[in-house]
């Protein structure tokens, strides 16, 4: 269940069931985004958690979110505040992710079923950028960090 999940179910506890809209800053003008409605047997993933520039973010979205949760970064604040109609709602406002999470739990379209959890790996949607900088510097893949041969 993504970050961006736990955050905009926090504002939804103020909104009912209108969409809300979380975006992260990913740096290189681009913002970690999903939207979200929260209804109380299930969550509808309006646009599912993605790498997008804030324009895209808008234009993917089937609806206009009711609030933006982060805002995306201080470069992006205006972009959010235009498209939702209201500033963004800073995350340290919200309950604990934690919380969130725990309170989701069961709904359908929450989260994805793991395989096997101790094997399982997070989804970040790119490489880090310490990563892509050293492979922009060295012109080739990073290596392989896990210990194997390659």
Do not use: I, K, N
């Not at 681009?30 to 599912?48: I, T």
């Not at 997008?52 to 979205?61: D, H, I, M, S, W």
């Not at 490489?127 to 080739?140: C, I, L, S, V």
């Amino acid at each position: 269940m993504p970050s961006l999940m736990a955050a905009a179910a926090g504002a939804s506890l103020r909104l009912g069931t209108d969409p809300v809209a979380a975006c992260f800053d990913a740096l290189r003008g681009q913002v970690y985004g999903a939207m979200y409605a929260f209804h109380p047997d299930r969550v509808d993933s309006l646009v599912e958690p993605a790498l997008l520039t804030p324009a895209e973010f808008v234009r993917v979205a089937p609806v206009r979110p009711r609030l933006v949760v982060g805002g995306g970064g201080p470069g992006f604040a205006d972009q959010m505040t235009d498209w939702a109609g209201a500033p963004p709602v800073p995350l340290e406002s919200l309950p604990p992710a934690a919380t969130m999470l725990l309170a989701l739990l069961g709904r359908p379209g929450v989260g994805r079923t793991l395989d096997d959890p101790a094997t399982a790996e997070p989804v970040y949607g790119r490489p880090a950028e310490a990563q892509a900088q050293w492979e922009a510097r060295h012109g080739r893949p990073f290596p392989d960090s896990s210990g194997r041969a390659g």
